[in-house]
């Protein structure tokens, strides 16, 4: 595409007022925005500073920058400040420069500073919710019930995510901005809905979807006594419609209790974030949007002459808002496709897009409801459509459309007249029409799809285009997508048996890496309890023993002399990350994935108090949940591409072969959603309830919610927009693959499902770039985070030159019992250690804390580092405040090391007690000996930053 066709010139000229425009897929949406960019910024009062483009993700950011570049007068470094950047970084940038206040809006007495971290790590922020549930439930006895009917303490998590992106936030004494109505629900939207599915079927002669659906009614449910029984929720027998009383019955239930949990919880967590000096995603956006709501003359300073929004179909509620809020002139123009509208998993709104005239007004009109926040007209709305596409050919585009209309299962009915009215058809910009749209099954669906890859390698009918020319294809021009992760993993399992080339692009499972499990089996023998036997399994089986000798040695703890030596040498270490390398090591692992395994376990350890137990665990959870970690493949090797359908978007590939395409794995059988819900029809809901009804306590489903889920349809619409993202991947060519039961969406499609008997042939002679990833670790937004200990030289621990041999859990019982002593448990020494530290301590007459958190924010080389770290005693007097730390080493070797950690504690206690003289010392408890420290200067922290 080198000069933009009329409906793109359109967009790239409108430059003003409010604009709606649907891109379809390959339509040049990137093109045009680019351009139009740069031609707003060509105007004579028109600075880059004055327009905010708005993308998803730090990729498409930095890709928009580059295409500016090129197309404008502005070269990268002028416009390396301008804000084109995703609505997270938007966030923290006007949190960092103005947020210090903002928790003060919802009545919380803390702030936001300069050293607030941005939590990106999800298994991290659920190991901090744990300890957040935790605390609470030992705080909240009122609570216990609701508590108890939680499968998993952290989906209350996702509940108070799903309520941020929503604009629901909590107060210390209520909701803000009213917002508890949006809990309630909203029953006349609730009984339309009803109505609608309440409507006899052929001309009153069947009955009702909802009767039917009604009818599984109470299928392998508990309720309490008092639930209606189905009969009496369907009606009489012989009857096509539900009683009409059956929506208010079911809609009307007390939920005050469960409202006040669900702030409370929130509001709890908000504190507990705020208390460890961290936000996440929901956070940042949250109080950015109070922030702007609440200060006028801050909102004013931030308005932007001109707002663009990239894949508008993928925001929020809140990002909806944040953007009114920051529209100074109304020169607003989204950019999107309904029909790509993937991640409501991730709180997006297809709505924005689908309805946004009307969410225009509505949200405007909530915003302005107590004083003038969004100013400009509203109308008109100019709808510019983009429809030729510069991807794949027209039979693709064509075939693509039947994904929209195709049913979620064989009892779905789709209104296809009203969907393809919306649909904004394709047009290729090639006349060249050479796919083959195939489809295929067989019970050994991966040897099958191996071996179509087979057939179309070096097969002239499957000729891709290359520069205007046919070519014969080769293994890179073939990307296999699927719906999960499993089946992709399972693909290269089978692969890697005949050497097939092919790579895995998208996220890599990090804990169910053969590194990270060895490393877990280590852990697991090094912890010494009921998963030891579970460690010593996996070991022995790497090493080469048969079942049979692991049986063996198992039952008779006679493990290999050189094995109990290593287990000798690991437990002398000082940290997780010293015994990982150490590990790593051993087996010779050193590539990026065991650097990426180092570097999230010692992020983990930087930001909680870890022992090695809840190490195994968070790696167990990791396993679990299939914790992804971003991953690249070198380029140039001629290898087949293996992605699942949500990493690919944005991407194209000339062959596409969609696998899985199997009953009950697309779209996925079994409900989601945690125990307790939310939506904006019904509100807030519970689905399970805890009673003594029978003479026993049980957890019971809850009818009500069950009726409700019912009374609904069901919805399969984003699994079909996930199929129509698959399909117009492919440039050239679109097959599909499946097992023995081809799923409804294939069966609907108009292509014949062909037996293929697979033949695969082992490959000879062609690289693969399976086990040679280059994992990428995403860049946070807001202050890089450092642990102290990340700047430390871990070889000192490795030599034994830490504890002298006793290792962590020494370490750990010699610091709990310092701590417990201060707070004045009842404990007492059983060591000559603990008994140093408790005379130590009798003897300091000041102000004693304990397990101190500091942050020390740093500017290094033009970028914002904190370092943080928990400080294990400080000593307050009148005029000095003494930090201590406790170290059970019996050598002084690591102490150079240990002064880079105090140091960090040395500086942000000088600026809370600016008027006390700051010390710092080392109490060596083998020795009962206490070592004054001088402490390095900033400059010199910052050259170990560096």
């Given amino acids: 595409m080198t000069s933009p066709n009329e409906s793109q010139q359109e967009l790239i000229d409108r430059t003003d007022g409010l604009c709606l425009v649907d891109a379809g897929a390959g339509t040049g949406k990137t093109f045009t925005v680019t351009r139009r960019y740069a031609n707003i910024v060509a105007q004579d009062d028109v ?18 920058k580059d295409r500016i570049v090129a197309n404008c007068d502005y070269d990268m470094r002028a416009l390396h400040d301008a804000p084109i950047q ?53 705080d909240h006895d009122e609570y216990a019930n609701l508590l108890r009917c939680l499968s998993e303490p952290t989906e209350l998590l996702d509940l ?122 929901s956070f940042l956006q949250l109080f950015a949007f109070v922030l702007c709501c609440e200060d006028g003359a801050l909102r004013e300073s931030l308005a932007s002459e001109y707002v663009m929004i990239d894949e508008f179909q993928d925001s929020s509620e809140i990002q909806f808002k944040l953007a009114l809020l920051l529209s100074g002139t109304g020169n607003l123009c989204v950019v999107g496709d309904w029909k790509q509208s993937i991640y409501s998993f991730q709180d997006a709104e297809i709505e924005n897009i689908t309805e946004f005239e009307s969410r225009l007004e509505r949200f405007a009109a909530e915003l302005n409801d107590d004083a003038e926040r969004v100013s400009f007209p509203l109308e008109p709305v100019t709808t510019i459509e983009l429809e030729r596409n510069y991807r794949s050919t027209q039979s693709i585009l064509d075939f693509s459309e039947h ?51 087979q057939d179309v390698v070096g097969n002239d009918e499957y000729a891709v285009e290359d520069e205007g020319e046919l070519r014969t294809p080769t293994y890179d021009d073939i990307a296999v997508l699927t719906r999960t992760r499993d089946f992709g993993r399972e693909l290269l399992a089978t692969a890697e048996a005949y050497e097939f080339p092919i790579a895995y692009e998208g996220g890599i499972e990090l804990f169910r890496t053969d590194q990270a499990k060895l490393l877990l089996a280590w ?93 195994i665990r968070i790696v167990e959870r990791g396993i679990e949940n299939g914790y992804t970690q971003e991953v690249q493949a070198p380029a140039g090797i001629d290898a087949v591409t ?7 978007k944005g991407l194209e590939h000339p062959i596409v072969i969609l696998g899985n395409m199997n009953s009950g794995a697309f779209p996925p059988s079994g409900g989601r959603g945690g125990s307790i819900t939310y939506s904006e029809i019904t509100g807030i809901r519970q689905k399970k309830c805890y009673a003594d009804a029978h003479g026993k306590p049980h957890v019971y489903d809850n009818w009500r919610t069950d009726v409700l889920r019912n009374c609904q349809p069901t919805e399969y619409d984003e699994e079909r927009r996930l199929l129509y993202v698959a399909m117009t991947r492919a440039k050239d060519h679109l097959l599909f693959g499946a097992g023995t039961e081809p799923n409804s969406f294939l069966e609907a499609l108009p292509v014949e499902i062909e037996s293929l008997e697979p033949a695969v042939s082992t490959v000879d002679g062609v690289e693969t770039s399976q086990t040679r990833l280059s994992v990428d670790i995403p860049q946070p937004d807001g202050p890089t985070g450092y642990s102290p200990h990340s700047l430390m030289d871990d070889s000192v621990y490795e030599s034994g030159g830490g504890g002298g041999g006793r290792g962590m859990d020494f370490g750990s019982r010699v610091h709990e019992f310092a701590e417990d002593y201060v707070l004045g448990r009842n404990v007492t020494p059983d060591s000559d250690d603990e008994r140093h530290v408790a005379s130590f301590l009798d003897g300091l007459s000041g102000e004693l804390t304990v397990e101190e958190r500091a942050y ?32 059970t080493d019996r050598s002084r070797r690591a102490e150079s090391e240990y002064r880079v950690q105090l140091s960090v504690y040395y500086h942000v206690l000088e600026e809370w007690f600016s008027n006390r003289e700051v010390t710092i010392s080392i109490f060596y408890t083998a020795d009962d000996e206490r070592v004054a420290i001088d402490p390095l200067s900033k400059a010199e922290l910052r050259e170990r930053v560096a």
């Fill in 856 to 887: 020390l924010p740093l500017e290094v080389g033009g970028e914002r580092v904190t370092l943080s770290g928990i400080v294990d005693l400080v000593h307050l007097t009148d005029e000095t405040a003494e930090i201590i730390d406790f170290k």
């Fill in 523 to 615: 852990l697991r023998i090094l912890e010494d309890g009921s998963t030891a036997e579970r460690g010593w399994a996996v070991v022995l089986e790497r090493a080469g023993y048969t079942l049979d000798e692991i049986d063996h040695i198992l039952e008779h703890e006679a493990y290999p002399e050189e094995m109990e030596s290593f287990r000798s040498e690991l437990s002398a270490l000082e940290t997780h990350t010293a015994v990982g390398r150490r590990v790593f090591d051993r087996y010779g692992y050193d590539g990026a994935t065991a650097d990426v395994v180092l570097t999230t376990i010692q992020s983990i350890h930087s930001t909680t108090t870890m022992t090695r137990g809840d190490l």
């Fill in 47 to 64: 600075e880059p500073d004055d327009v905010l483009l708005i993308t998803f993700t730090r990729n498409a950011a930095t890709e928009m």
């Fill in 86 to 138: 995703t609505f997270h970084s938007l966030c923290n940038d006007i949190l960092d420069q103005h947020g210090f206040h903002a928790p003060t809006y919802l009545g919380i007495d803390d702030s936001i500073t300069g050293s607030t971290r941005v939590l990106e790590n999800e298994t991290i922020e659920r190991e901090h919710f744990r300890e957040f549930v935790d605390r609470f439930s030992d």
């Fill in 160 to 281: 108070v995510n799903t309520l941020a992106s929503k604009g629901i936030f909590p107060t210390a004494d209520g909701w803000y901005r009213d917002s508890k109505d949006d809990l309630e629900g909203d029953f006349d939207a609730f009984e339309a809905a009803f109505d609608e599915l309440n409507q006899p079927r052929n001309d009153g002669s069947k009955q009702s979807k909802l009767r039917s659906s009604l009818g599984r009614y109470g299928s392998n449910k508990c309720y309490l006594p008092e639930a209606p029984d189905r009969n009496e929720l369907r009606g009489e027998y012989g009857s096509k419609t539900v009683p009409e009383d059956v929506a208010e019955r079911a809609f009307v239930e007390d939920r005050d209790h469960l409202i006040e949990f669900v702030h409370d919880v929130y509001f709890g967590y908000l504190e507990f974030a705020l208390s460890r000096n961290y936000l996440n995603f």
């Fill in 642 to 648: 293996v992605q699942t359908i949500h990493s690919v």
């Fill in 403 to 453: 994904a929209l209309v195709a049913p979620g299962t064989s009892r779905e009915s789709i209104d296809r007249e009203a969907i393809l009215e919306r649909v904004v058809s394709l047009f290729s910009n090639t006349d060249r029409d050479h796919s083959r749209i195939e489809a295929f099954h067989h019970a050994e669906e991966h040897e099958a799809i191996l071996t179509k890859i």
